[in-house]
């Protein structure tokens, strides 16, 4: 009951983000705010997500690491179906219930992606994106504690998943932290080198990384990309 009630709490405020969207995201109305909390997410970043992503990398060989992010990536092919189906695209869906059959059975709990080798492609859908596709405006820019880059319509999106996700169902709360911190650091790895990069060739990595997560969004909420991978969502 709490689930349907709080589910039916976020449909209900859709009119009321489509009303007051505000500006487009790339005015970053809320920099001043944003550059502070930029600022503390690098500190928790360096002195805490950053080492265990790096002890991570050094105590798991590459291909056990690549076998992970499968399996990562199949955990979110059920929250795809389900957004895929409240955008009304019922063949993207379909094929989100495949790769996880498929890759779940065969691929040994997502441990290997059969189901692209078997011509079916991934593509991300997530509530962000069903709001958008519903006339919900992306709102303002916002940098979330510890999950970094998002807008006002994400950032209601992100805790819509959290009860639209099927798995989460038969999880306790405790489970649910599990799997998202277990994600989270799999996530992160995969991060080390491409933020290494923007810190070391940008004058100024916040910039950055806010024009490559609105770009990334953009071309995924325009299903201009089949981006699988994790989003620079650690500042």
């Known amino acids: 009951m709490k689930i ?33 909390m930029f600022a503390f997410n690098e ?78 492609s991934p593509r991300i859908e997530d509530f962000g994106q069903t709001l958008s596709v519903w006339g919900v405006g992306s709102g303002d820019y916002i940098v979330l504690p510890i999950l970094g880059p998002s807008t006002t319509r994400d950032m209601w999106g992100r805790i819509a998943d959290i009860w639209l996700d099927p798995l989460n169902i038969p999880l306790t709360r405790e489970q649910m932290i599990g799997r998202s911190v277990a994600q989270g650091l799999i996530a992160r790895e995969t991060l080390l080198d491409p933020i290494d990069d923007i810190y070391a060739t940008s004058l100024d990595p916040y910039a950055s990384i806010r024009s490559i997560y609105l ?21």
């Open 4 to 36: 349907k009630r709080s589910l039916l709490a976020l449909i209900l405020m859709v009119p009321m983000l489509s009303a007051c969207s505000g500006k487009p995201a790339e005015d970053d109305a809320m920099e001043s705010y944003n550059r502070g």
């Open 43 to 120: 500190v928790i970043d360096n002195i805490l997500l950053k080492p265990v992503a790096q002890l991570y990398r050094f105590i798991t060989p590459e291909p056990i690491r690549d076998r992970l992010v499968n399996a990562s990536a199949n955990l979110q092919e059920p929250l795809t179906m389900v957004n895929a189906l409240l955008q009304g695209d019922v063949d993207r869906s379909v094929q989100a219930f495949f790769r996880f059959l498929l890759n779940t059975t065969v691929g040994i709990a997502g441990l290997h992606d059969v189901a692209t080798e078997a011509g079916i």
């Open 215 to 235: 770009q990334r969004r953009g071309a995924m909420i325009t299903n201009r990309s089949k981006i699988d991978g994790p989003a620079i969502g650690t500042y």
